[in-house]
């Protein structure tokens, strides 16, 4: 694919294509991202994470923008929410760009979370590996803290930061509890507001207690505060995430999350092929059938799976063996 | 497994322990999900979904009151978005079980949303089916309304309503935007507050608009007012629940339901099945080998991901068929 080295050799407009490729995940998609590969590694993947509310978005455009001031790229996927339905997407990429627009060392990208399950987390991987790949320093992966796929997809990241904000109601505030056990960064954001510093402090007091569980080394979370609608406090937010990038390259951690992601891409690129040559040699018909007989109670789905896969010669081949 | 009959007789606490070994995926479950199965089928299944902050739970645990006051045996399954971290599921039980205990007409279970991607989705629709077969006629399925799989846990449900509430965030308006399009029934909860007039006249204006895409048939979702604290409002809802099964069962609409669920919940025991044997015929520690070479970018997933289904004897089969 001629895209490919167009987007290593720093063409925006032929990775904005590349990356839509992606999103309709054609072979051609496959057989780029596949020739792209070699290329990553070297970005520092950034999760940023909190619940509604908390003003994230406006702080990943700041860290954005702090990060630029240090002449470091920056790719941004924002996974959005609202996108399934109402193209939400799109607008938020034109708000966005207002403030950032122009700069080639910038790329922002926000993803629907349209598609089957699993199907965000895949697609806003690779979007992360192409970012990489085309050379960008620093990707922010900025999802919404609540929900299983955005919360998995911030866990992959080299760093995750998680977004608090003072007097959110008690759900938002449950949901947020949530999050802490996969914070290596946390930033009580909107700073200048009332109950800050309380929300500061029963941060420490849960880290106290030993409720963030990545369970590896030593790191213990730093705490900080930002108003990222001014600035304030966004630099150390960087000096924060600087250091702790710093800590999984001397620990060895760098390489586990590496083969972590790796291990849930691998498994979840067999399962996909798996299913999609057993559809084919099966036939979508056929299962459709299946599906009626399920409806009808004639069969249950454990009973059809199991007689769906023996009936394949694949899978006969395979238990005889 | 003896507890089948027992559960399907009624015993309450046979259907706790069979919950807790669909939760725990053991081979015995799906055997008894499979004797389960044939009794399945007669229960509406309610999803009820909304942002952060709406009163979601509070109205769920009122409808639930208000159709044991009509003699209907009601289930639930919250899908809790803290406790893959907290426990929060554990602690969320006792509290509504204070409310509702000592009823064996109802019959209350929080889902953590721990495990891989898609086993939520996988774990709640096989808990409601159990309860299906136990013979409840309604179970409630309460979901967050934010994130991929939570609002397709809600999708697949027969009826969904959707909560909304005056007075939220921005950011959790936009969030209940995307919740629109899944709708059959509307509740604007909290309607004693300033502002739920304007929250169901916005959502009206959506409606206009055409913004509820379910796509099937003329219904329109009926935009309803509720206090959910005091009860208010919370027999209308009912009320429209059962209009919208009425206009299911009548439109034919009811059957295209089942057929999506099931077809959703094959596909995916299918992945499940075919991966779980291909990690048995290539063993754990190649598969180890794969994600290492692939870490150290000796290897790409995708070119990985092919030169393994090439060298498994079960796949070689199915090319050369």
């Known amino acids: 694919m001629e895209l490919v080295p167009r987007v290593l050799g720093g063409d925006r407009r032929a990775l904005a294509r590349l990356i839509s490729f992606i999103e309709d995940d054609g072979p051609a998609a496959r057989a780029a ?18 619940a509604p509310g908390t003003g994230k978005s406006t702080l990943v455009n700041e860290l954005a923008k702090a990060l630029r001031a240090q002449s ?19 607008l938020g990429d034109r708000v966005r760009m207002r403030d950032l627009a122009g700069d080639p060392g910038i790329f922002i990208r926000s993803m629907a979370t349209r598609g089957s399950l699993g199907g965000l987390a895949q697609t806003t991987g690779d979007v992360v590996k192409v970012l990489d790949a085309a050379g960008f320093e620093v990707v922010l992966v900025e999802t919404v803290g609540v929900g299983q796929a955005e919360v998995d997809v911030a866990r992959t990241a080299h760093t995750t930061v998680v977004v608090e904000a003072p007097g959110l ?23 200048d507001r009332p ?11 849960t880290l106290d207690l030993g409720r963030n569980n990545r369970g590896e080394g030593d790191w213990r979370p730093p705490i900080l505060k930002t108003v990222a609608l001014d600035g304030t406090g966004v630099e150390e937010v960087l000096g924060a995430v600087a250091d702790h990038r710093a800590y999984l390259r001397e620990s060895g951690l ?3 999350r590496e083969q972590e992601r790796v291990r849930v ?11 999609g040559r057993l559809v084919e040699r099966v036939g979508e018909d056929a299962l459709e059938g299946w599906v009626e007989q399920i409806v009808a109670r004639k069969v249950d789905v454990y009973t059809a799976v199991q007689t769906i896969l023996k009936a394949d010669p694949a899978g006969e081949r395979a238990m005889s063996s």
């Open 265 to 275: 891409d691998l498994v979840r690129m067999l399962e996909r092929e798996l299913v």
């Open 195 to 205: 109950g800050a510093g309380q929300t500061a402090r029963a941060l420490e007091v």
């Open 72 to 90: 470091r790229s920056v790719g941004i996927v924002a996974v959005d929410p609202t996108s399934p339905f109402t193209g939400g997407a799109l």
């Open 254 to 256: 760098w390489d586990r």
């Open 33 to 50: 991202l596949a020739a792209l590969y070699p290329h990553t590694g070297r970005a520092h993947i950034v999760g940023v994470t909190g």
């Open 169 to 191: 109601g008690d759900e938002v505030q449950a949901l947020k509890a949530g999050l802490l056990e996969i914070a290596d960064v946390l930033v009580v954001n909107k700073a």
